[in-house]
C-alpha cells in the first residue's frame, strides 16, 4: 500500500468540479439568455446603418428595451431554445435641410413559433425635434391608422404613419433599404439563440482562424507533448493554415471535377440551413463531433474532422459558401462549395449542392474521390437529416 500522498495519481478520485456531475450535458441544464439577448441585439443593431444606398444617414442609437424572456435549456446536448420578445430599437435621421429625424422600431413579438419568419416591425417618429413632422405608432388592435404601408416583400406587415417630407424620406429609406438590414439582423441573432446563445462556445469570437489540416494539428500537438509552449506551437502551424487559406481562396473554381445535386426535404429552409450552420444539429445526424462558426472566415467540421472547411459567405436561411476538403486531400487543396436552400411552399424545401474544384486523387493515390465525395453527401449527410430529424418522405 502506498503511503499518504504517494498514491499513483491515475488512481485517485478527482473533483472535477461541474464537468464531472453533468457528463456530456446528459443532466437537464437551464440558463437565462435574456441577459445575452439584450447584449446581442445591441450588437446587432444599436450601431447598425439601417438605411444603406440610400443617400440619408439613419442609424440605429441604441437598444432602448429588451423584454419578455429567454431560456435555453440542454439535455442530453441537445439545445432548446425558448423565447418571446418585444423589442425597441432607437433610430436617428439627420436630414438634408441639416433636421433631425429620431425615433423607434419596435419589433413586439420575436419568438421561437415564428422562428423561420420576419417579425412584425412597427417604425414611429418619436422626437420634438423632428424636421417636417413625425411617424406615429401603429394602432395595436384598432385598425390601422390613417395612412398606412403594407410592403411587400418578405411576407411581412410594416405599419408606419408619416406627417411631412423629412419623415417621409425616413420612412421610405428605412422601411426599403433598410428592412433587409433588419431582418438580417433578427434572423443572425435567432439563429445563434437557437443555436445555444450564451450556452455555445465560441459566440463571441468575431474573427476566427481558417481551418486547419489534419497535418498542421497533428504538428502542433507533437510540439506541445514535446515541451514547447503552446504559443510556439500555434506560430509554427500558422504559416499552413495561411497557405492554406491563400490556396482555397486562390484554386479557380472551375479547376478539377465538379458535382451538382438537388434534395427534397419536408421542412423549412431554416431548419435545414441549421444542419450546416449549428454544431449540435449537425452533431445529432452524423453522431460525430463536429464545429461551425458560420461568419466569414469561421471554421467548419464534420466528422471528427474528416471533413474540413472555411465559411466565406453565409446568407441565414438563404445560402453558404465554403471552402471545402476531405483531410486525405494534399495539403492546401480545397473545393468550393455551395449550398442554396430555396423554400416555395412553407415546409418543403429543396437544398441546391454545387461543389467545383474536386481534385483528381487523394494524398494517398486514391482516384475515386468524385465518387467518394457524392456518395457521401447523399448517404452520410443527405439521407441521415431525412431520418434522424424525420425530414423526409
Request: glycine fraction near 12%; include cysteine.
Amino acid at each position: 500500500m502506498a503511503k499518504w500522498g504517494e498514491g499513483d495519481a491515475r488512481w485517485q478520485v478527482a473533483d472535477l468540479g461541474e464537468a464531472g456531475r453533468n457528463v456530456n450535458a446528459w443532466h437537464w441544464v437551464e440558463k437565462d439568455a435574456l441577459p445575452w439577448s439584450r447584449e446581442r441585439l445591441q450588437e446587432l443593431l444599436g450601431s447598425a446603418d439601417l438605411a444603406p444606398g440610400s443617400g440619408l444617414a439613419v442609424r440605429g442609437t441604441g437598444l432602448k428595451s429588451c423584454e419578455g424572456e429567454a431560456v435555453v435549456n440542454n439535455r442530453k446536448n441537445k439545445i432548446i431554445a425558448a423565447y418571446e420578445l418585444a423589442v425597441v430599437v432607437g433610430w436617428e435621421c439627420v436630414g438634408e435641410d441639416g433636421g433631425t429625424v429620431a425615433g423607434e422600431l419596435r419589433m413586439p413579438y420575436i419568438s421561437e413559433e415564428n422562428h423561420d419568419e420576419d417579425p412584425e416591425l412597427q417604425a414611429r417618429c418619436g422626437s420634438s425635434s423632428c424636421a417636417g413632422g413625425a411617424l406615429a405608432w401603429a394602432a395595436a388592435g384598432g385598425g390601422p391608422p390613417p395612412v398606412a404601408a403594407d410592403l411587400p416583400g418578405r411576407g411581412s406587415h410594416v405599419a408606419v404613419t408619416s406627417e411631412g417630407p423629412a419623415a417621409q424620406k425616413a420612412k421610405e429609406a428605412i422601411l426599403s433599404s433598410g428592412k433587409k438590414v433588419i431582418y438580417d439582423a433578427v434572423a443572425t441573432f435567432v439563429q445563434e439563440l437557437r443555436a445555444g446563445g450564451p450556452m455555445r462556445s465560441g459566440v463571441a469570437q468575431p474573427k476566427a482562424a481558417p481551418a486547419q489540416s489534419v497535418d498542421a494539428a497533428v504538428a502542433a500537438a507533437a510540439g506541445e507533448a514535446n515541451g514547447s509552449s503552446a504559443p510556439a506551437a500555434a506560430a509554427a502551424t500558422q504559416p499552413v493554415a495561411a497557405a492554406e487559406k491563400e490556396n482555397a481562396t486562390e484554386t479557380p473554381a472551375g479547376s478539377g471535377h465538379s458535382i451538382e445535386l438537388r434534395e427534397k426535404f419536408f421542412a423549412g429552409a431554416a431548419e435545414l440551413f441549421e444542419c450546416f450552420t449549428v454544431a449540435p444539429r449537425m452533431m445529432a445526424f452524423s453522431q460525430s463531433p463536429a464545429e461551425a462558426q458560420p461568419q466569414p472566415g469561421g471554421r467548419f467540421s464534420m466528422f471528427g474532422g474528416s471533413v474540413q472547411g472555411v465559411y466565406r459567405e453565409v446568407q441565414p436561411n438563404s445560402r453558404i459558401l465554403l471552402d471545402w476538403r476531405f483531410s486525405n486531400w494534399e495539403d492546401g487543396v480545397f473545393s468550393r462549395l455551395e449550398l442554396c436552400f430555396d423554400e416555395p411552399d412553407k415546409g418543403n424545401t429543396t437544398v441546391t449542392l454545387k461543389q467545383t474544384g474536386i481534385p483528381d486523387a487523394d494524398r494517398f493515390g486514391n482516384h475515386d474521390v468524385v465518387g467518394v465525395t457524392e456518395a457521401g453527401w447523399r448517404q452520410q449527410v443527405f439521407d441521415r437529416i431525412r431520418r434522424v430529424f424525420g425530414y423526409g418522405c
